[in-house]
């Protein structure tokens, strides 16, 4: 539970080195964290669309970002699946 806002609050930390490590303990919010920092925002989102799958957190990600491009992207998702929504 500590390790996001550790990594929020740090600016040393080698995101490669932390992304391969929550990608084995599959830490899906920290994931998304990480490649949202990493500029990789749209596999972020797909992130938590398919694996957290949480429609508020999904909102939050993209006005954070201020990015149409993510916006039509969860558009799209949740068109694909209504369940997500």
């Not at 920290?30 to 949480?54: C, P, W």
């Not at 992207?73 to 949740?78: E, F, M, N």
Request: net charge negative.
């Amino acid at each position: 539970p500590k390790l996001l806002p550790f990594l929020k609050q740090s600016q040393h930390i080698p995101l490669h080195k932390a992304l391969e490590i929550c990608e084995e303990k599959q830490l899906y919010p920290e994931m998304v964290f990480i490649h949202g920092r990493m500029g990789n925002t749209s596999f972020a989102l797909d992130l938590i669309i398919e694996k957290i799958r949480d429609v508020k957190k999904a909102i939050e990600f993209a006005e954070t970002h201020h990015d149409d491009k993510l916006w039509e992207q969860l558009i799209d998702q949740s068109l694909k699946d209504p369940n997500f929504i």
